[in-house]
């Protein structure tokens, strides 16, 4: 017997191209072209990291004679929920977003003030990764690989490269958050939808 092989339906289920960073996104009834367009938050180069990554803390650490990593010793604290990329487009909307605490003017609308402030109401925003997945990725019935990060905030500052004969890039990093109002839920969610066949 030979274990060079692959699964039957390996091609089915591959992650396809680089995805969009989308404000909303519908996974019961789906979104029709115009609206994925007009959600989307910016382009992209280089395509979109995404990280979860769990705390643990190994009660059995400190009891003697106990292995480490037990399980039934293993309590889960939190997660680290990150999502980090470089933006190759920019706009008033997305100044905001990657400053994370700061404002519009409301005076000047072409002016970013930032702010030494969070405010739980305004600078947390959830964001969907979405990106092609399965063999079938027609226009009405593609499948998709969605990451829902929710209550997220820019972490990693307001960041500009430039470049001669070169497009300017924005690098990003966002973090989830937990919400004091709901504890329990942890701040990111992973939808896998296997495409159709178009009709």
Same mark, same amino acid.
């Given at each position: 017997? %030979?274990?060079? %092989? ?15 960073? !989308? ?87 072409? %002016? ?40 997220? !905030? ?5 960041? !500009? ?39």
């Amino acid at each position: 017997m %030979k274990y060079t %092989k692959i699964p039957e339906a390996a091609f089915q289920e591959l992650q396809l191209n680089a995805g969009v960073l !989308l404000s909303d996104f519908d996974t019961t009834d789906g979104m029709s072209e115009e609206e994925i367009l007009a959600a989307i938050i910016g382009a992209t180069s280089g395509g979109t990291n995404f990280e979860a990554t769990p705390e643990y803390t190994d009660f059995g650490e400190d009891i003697d004679n106990c292995p480490v990593n037990v399980k039934e010793l293993k309590r889960l604290d939190n997660w680290t929920v990150t999502m980090t990329g470089t933006f190759i487009t920019v706009n008033t909307a997305m100044v905001k977003r990657l400053v994370g605490a700061a404002d519009i003017d409301s005076t000047d609308t072409t %002016k970013i003030v930032p702010r030494n402030d969070v405010d739980a109401d305004t600078d947390f925003e959830d964001i969907w990764w979405v990106g092609d997945y399965s063999d079938k990725n027609g226009d009405t019935n593609g499948g998709y690989v969605a990451i829902h990060m929710m209550n997220s !905030l820019s972490t990693g500052g307001f960041s !500009l490269q430039s470049g001669n004969r070169e497009k300017g890039t924005f690098d990003f990093e966002f973090t989830g958050h937990y919400t004091i109002t709901d504890q329990d839920t942890v701040p990111f969610e992973v939808f896998v939808k296997t495409g159709t066949a178009e009709a």
